[in-house]
């Protein structure tokens, strides 16, 4: 039998490394034309990743094989060591997906729809009234509560369907432009809420059209285009790759985009 080694000064002990949140490889999709085309991508365990490139560049679509949406042409996709393909139930179990077009009943409150979702989850009522509460008081929907959702903004769907995707406290969330339609309010709002489940250790991928946000916000960003992932790391090291200094991401991402395309 192998015992575990003891620890020491120069043999510091070394615990099992935890599969990767999200791996992804040889994804490929094609419509008329390749929409995701071979991509690699691993996602570590606690990172708040960003996804970003132009339209049409693939990232919807990426996201949506992922989260169990859509079939893939071919490739592999894993959460947490769980192989989503062969056994997608495992894997959306354990993670939420929230797009950029929330999809909530009209007729329902925000309670009453985060009671439902979690009834789909099997959740304790005890645990999730609580959770479903605290979660839509920490969105600014407090005053909302009992109101059915029918007469709500989109950017107020959006934060009550956010809501919905968290309440079973999933370690991968994914997440589809969620600040489209938000004011700044809003936004905050969902930002706060996002960092405070990072901290936690849960996993968040996000794409983004607003560069600001995945610069302030992002462990990591990958920049794809065409299907293929063009770079990925820090800003800085997104910099340090490109030559670009003490540049913004703006300028970072512009310049890999028009590489992108004069090489094509």
Same mark, same amino acid.
């Given at each position: 039998?192998?015992?575990?080694?003891?620890?020491? #000064?120069?043999?510091?002990?070394?615990?099992?490394?935890?599969? #990767?949140?999200? &791996?992804? *490889?040889?994804?490929?999709?094609?419509?008329?034309?390749?929409?995701?085309?071979?991509?690699?991508?691993?996602? =570590?365990?606690?990172?708040?990743?960003?996804?970003?490139?132009?339209?049409?560049?693939?990232? @919807?679509?990426?996201? /949506?094989?992922? +989260?169990?949406?859509?079939? #893939?042409?071919?490739?592999?996709?894993?959460?947490?060591?769980?192989?989503?393909?062969?056994?997608?139930?495992?894997?959306?179990?354990?993670?939420?997906?929230?797009? $950029?077009?929330?999809?909530?009943? $009209?007729?329902?409150?925000?309670? &009453?729809?985060?009671?439902?979702?979690?009834?789909?989850?099997? @959740? $304790?009522? =005890?645990?999730?009234?609580?959770?479903?509460?605290?979660?839509?008081?920490?969105?600014?929907?407090? #005053?909302?509560? *009992?109101?059915?959702?029918?007469?709500?903004?989109?950017?107020?769907?959006?934060?009550?369907?956010? +809501? %919905? !995707?968290?309440?079973?406290?999933?370690?991968?969330?994914?997440?589809?432009?969620?600040?489209?339609?938000?004011?700044?309010?809003? !936004? *905050?709002?969902?930002?706060?809420?996002?960092?405070?489940?990072?901290?936690?250790?849960?996993?968040?991928?996000?794409?983004?059209?607003?560069? &600001?946000?995945?610069?302030?916000?992002?462990?990591?960003? %990958?920049?794809?285009?065409?299907? /293929?992932?063009?770079?990925?790391?820090?800003?800085?090291?997104?910099?340090?790759?490109?030559? *670009?200094?003490?540049?913004?991401? &703006? $300028?970072?991402?512009?310049?890999?985009?028009?590489?992108?395309?004069? +090489? +094509?």
């Amino acid at each position: 039998m192998v015992r575990n080694q003891k620890s020491t #000064p120069d043999r510091p002990h070394i615990m099992p490394s935890d599969p #990767p949140a999200l &791996e992804v *490889r040889g994804l490929t999709k094609r419509f008329d034309r390749p929409a995701v085309d071979a991509l690699d991508l691993t996602v =570590r365990p606690g990172e708040f990743y960003a996804l970003l490139g132009p339209n049409g560049a693939g990232k @919807t679509t990426t996201l /949506r094989m992922v +989260a169990g949406l859509l079939k #893939p042409d071919a490739g592999s996709v894993s959460i947490f060591g769980i192989d989503a393909l062969s056994d997608p139930i495992a894997a959306k179990q354990i993670m939420a997906w929230v797009s $950029d077009e929330p999809m909530i009943y $009209d007729k329902l409150t925000p309670l &009453e729809y985060l009671e439902f979702v979690s009834g789909l989850w099997g @959740t $304790d009522p =005890r645990l999730s009234e609580r959770s479903a509460q605290d979660l839509l008081v920490s969105l600014g929907l407090e #005053p909302h509560l *009992r109101e059915r959702c029918e007469g709500f903004s989109k950017g107020m769907r959006q934060k009550v369907a956010l +809501a %919905g !995707a968290l309440v079973h406290d999933p370690r991968l969330i994914i997440l589809d432009e969620p600040l489209t339609g938000l004011d700044a309010l809003s !936004a *905050r709002h969902v930002k706060g809420l996002l960092q405070e489940r990072v901290r936690a250790g849960s996993t968040v991928i996000m794409t983004t059209h607003i560069l &600001e946000v995945a610069e302030r916000m992002a462990d990591r960003i %990958g920049v794809i285009a065409k299907g /293929r992932l063009m770079a990925e790391g820090t800003l800085t090291e997104l910099r340090q790759q490109n030559g *670009r200094g003490d540049t913004s991401l &703006e $300028d970072v991402f512009i310049a890999l985009v028009e590489t992108e395309a004069a +090489a +094509a």
